[in-house]
């Protein structure tokens, strides 16, 4: 009798052992579970929807890497039972545990944020005074950090897409061209090296897919988006911007002048449509302005402005065809020719018929 005892006590004990090895484990689990899911401490922004939850935004969470696991941060909100999750934008971060990110979407840690759109054409002076007007800083500033040699570098180093060609001395702002034309929303205090980051980023996730194209390309990335950015200006209001492309590429390997004014109002700095250009300023050579004798068969040394991706696309994939000049009516429908005759011809039949495109 007493042997059935002392073995069944030792079972008990062993159960118990057991089952608190068990509940050790599970505990361990558990607060694993809910610890920041790596170190890095890079703020991220996340949009919370109208009327959304703590329990209803657990997807997104995990989605955005922000959790271990949807069950275990479940569990955590069923038992603490959290409040305050409001709609707006909050910056929070991969390191945070489940309670520092809970505390944070509770309201405590919001952070005002300003909105900066960037419209497809705008070149860095539009770029420079959009960013003195919504921040703390100068056109001055902005100009500096473009003009920072050792940040260029670090650029360089940080993205695919940025050579050494966006460092030569005859460029006016470094970064043309490479700034995506989007809205953006960013922290209020933001540096400016932050916020063309920013804009570098959408850049990158926008020409990634082009990239295997680009690298077989007889052209850099540089030039596609030099010649993008003159078909932003030339050819915005026209229909068939891979064929306005092709007249460009077409005048290249023909050695012509691309003969684009858009050019020689950028050489200037001067904004298309303030004034007439002169011609002097026509004539003049410039490594902007291909209405120069001396640029024939060549681009610009930089993009003139921020090309949108319709224009990024048609430099990377022009049309292939045989015409040197295009001209669009009002109404988008572009029309190509061959020959300044042909050319001169259409324009004169657009003007008579009442389809001159005036700005």
Known sequence: MKKRKIR?????????????????????????????????????????????????????????SLIRS??????????????????????????????????????????????????EGKNMRAVAAL?????????????????????????????????????????????EGYLFPDTYRIRKDASIEEILETMLDEFGKKIEPYRTEIEKSNYTLHEMLTLASIIEMEAANSDDRAGVAGVFYNRLKSKWALG????????IKVDVHER????????DYNAYNTRNAKMTGKLP????????????????????????YFVADKNKKTYFSKTSAQHTSTVQRLKDEGLWFTY
């Open 301 to 324: 040394v930089s993009p003139i402005c921020n090309p949108g991706l319709e224009s990024i696309k048609a430099a990377i994939e022009p049309k292939e065809h045989d015409y040197y």
């Open 131 to 175: 960013i003195a007007k919504n921040t703390n800083y100068t056109e001055e500033d902005f100009y500096n950090v473009l003009n920072n040699q050792t940040y260029l570098d670090q650029l360089i180093s940080k993205y695919w897409f940025l050579t050494d060609e966006i460092k030569n001395k005859e460029i006016y702002y470094s970064l």
């Open 260 to 267: 684009s004014d858009v050019t020689t109002y950028y050489a």
């Open 8 to 64: 069944k006590g030792r079972v008990l004990v062993a159960l118990f052992i057991l089952l608190f090895l068990l509940a050790s484990l599970s505990y361990g689990v558990y607060h694993f579970a809910l610890s920041g899911v790596t170190n890095d401490k890079t703020d991220i922004s996340l949009e919370i929807p109208a009327n959304a939850t703590f329990s209803s935004i657990a997807t997104t969470l995990k989605k955005n």
């Open 276 to 283: 007439d250009l002169y011609q002097s300023e026509l004539d």
């Open 70 to 119: 949807t069950f275990a941060y479940k569990i955590y909100v069923k038992i603490h039972k959290p409040t305050g999750l409001k709609e707006g934008t909050y910056y929070v971060n991969k390191a945070m545990s489940v309670s520092t990110l809970i505390k944070t979407l509770s309201g405590n840690s919001i952070t005002t944020d300003l909105t900066l759109t960037l419209k």
